[in-house]
């Protein structure tokens, strides 16, 4: 029987002895103290039984497959013990292959070791402490098989030692993240397993009023601006498009009171222009949100009776991704970078659909802005600026995460 499997042969018909990438298997078999060696035909080296698994065939049946075929023995295969690339071979006939090799550490069950086929010319059973002279190739494959480590052995990328992924942060108690939506504020609690519950409400205090039902929120996060300025813009939003480069457009300008105040468009853009002596109008997106920042003013300065912090939730997933999320939050991409995001952190994100009075957008951001809420309780939160600001409102203004 030629030690070339048929379906290399058919291949090499057709390419020569152009290189070629090819599995491979080696198994480690152990018998006791002992460890089951073939003496290869081709160089007389010493080695595992090794082989190459037939197309579609499972690496693991093929190490049993080659077990019998080349030294017949019977034996379990127990776990996969390494995986490494073996650098390109050039066989006597001139052919070129570079093999993957799966190595395996088996367990002998029955059969008389012996020569049973024209690659080896001796099978021998060999005491692990006084194996013959081998190549180094071959001893880290027995090395990984003898272990018993129970994860299997494999090069890792360059720079990646002592890389941990982000800490699972617990909050000691459900905390509440709050994001606005067509429907009103759409609330994510958090708990201390990080199970996510949905919430929805027309207006802030009736959101909080249900969630209380279910849970004591000692900790409630929103985006929206809270801390209103009198007479310029806020450092909070100043220092939040610094840290989202790229995606700056995403923190618009918070209008003065005034114009907040102001029953108009055109009214609030004269406050603004009139506090802020010329310098800064009122765009259309930020007065859009007036109902919501009066709405969540009025709640704070009535006491709200729990912590209460202004979250910019693409400034809480650059902290989370280490860097901003360009995709756009409303396309497919951007919500899946923004759901892979929150998984790296523990949070599964609850499913989105249609009709439910929030997109999928404003139910992450609510995520988001929940994960900032966990890391408050916690102590571990950041406010931009660093000190935050107080205007006659004297509530104090800063972004959280």
């Known amino acids: 029987m030629s030690p070339v499997p048929d379906f290399i042969v058919a291949i090499r018909e057709k390419i020569g002895t152009d290189p070629l990438w090819l599995p491979g298997v080696t198994a480690v078999v152990r018998r006791g103290d002992q460890v089951l060696l073939v003496r290869r035909a081709d160089n007389g080296h010493w080695t595992p039984v090794t082989g190459i698994p037939e197309p579609g065939e499972e690496p693991a049946v093929a190490a049993a497959r080659e077990a019998l075929e080349e030294a017949g023995v019977r034996i379990r295969v127990d776990r996969l013990a390494s995986t490494a690339v073996h650098g390109e071979i050039v066989h006597a006939n001139g052919d070129r292959a570079t093999y993957l090799d799966l190595t395996f550490a088996c367990t002998w069950l029955e059969g008389e070791a012996h020569v049973a086929d024209d690659e080896s010319s001796d099978v021998r059973w060999w005491p692990v402490t006084g194996l013959p002279p081998m190549s180094e190739v071959m001893v880290a494959r027995i090395d990984a098989a003898l272990s018993g480590e129970r994860e299997a052995r494999f090069a890792a990328p360059d720079g990646q030692d002592g890389l941990e992924p982000p800490p699972l942060l617990r909050p000691p108690a459900p905390v509440l993240g709050v994001d606005a939506c067509p429907a009103g504020w759409v609330g994510v609690v958090l708990d201390p397993t990080l199970r996510a519950s949905v919430f929805v409400a027309a207006d802030i205090a009736g959101l909080v009023a249900l969630v209380r039902e279910q849970h004591d929120v000692p900790v409630v996060a929103i985006d929206i601006p809270i801390g209103l300025p009198d007479s310029s813009g806020r450092l909070a939003d100043a220092e939040a498009r ?135 309780s916690l102590g571990e939160s950041e406010s931009l600026p660093a000190e935050p600001e107080v205007f006659s409102d004297q509530i104090p203004a800063a972004i959280w995460v």
């Open 242 to 376: 610094r840290v989202l480069v790229g995606k700056s457009s995403s923190v618009f300008s918070t209008p003065v009171r005034s114009a907040l105040e102001a029953p108009t468009y055109a009214e609030a853009r004269e406050a603004n222009l009139a506090a802020t002596d010329g310098r800064t109008s009122v765009s259309a997106q930020a007065y859009a949100l007036r109902g919501k920042v009066l709405d969540v003013d009025a709640w704070v300065r009535s006491g709200a009776g729990a912590q209460v912090i202004e979250v910019h939730p693409e400034v809480s997933f650059a902290r989370m991704a280490g860097g901003p999320v360009l995709a756009r939050k409303k396309d497919p991409d951007g919500a899946r970078a923004r759901r892979e995001a929150l998984a790296a952190h523990g949070i599964v994100a609850p499913p989105w659909f249609r009709g439910a009075g929030f997109g999928e957008d404003d139910l992450l951001d609510a995520c988001a802005v929940a994960w900032t809420a966990v890391r408050h």
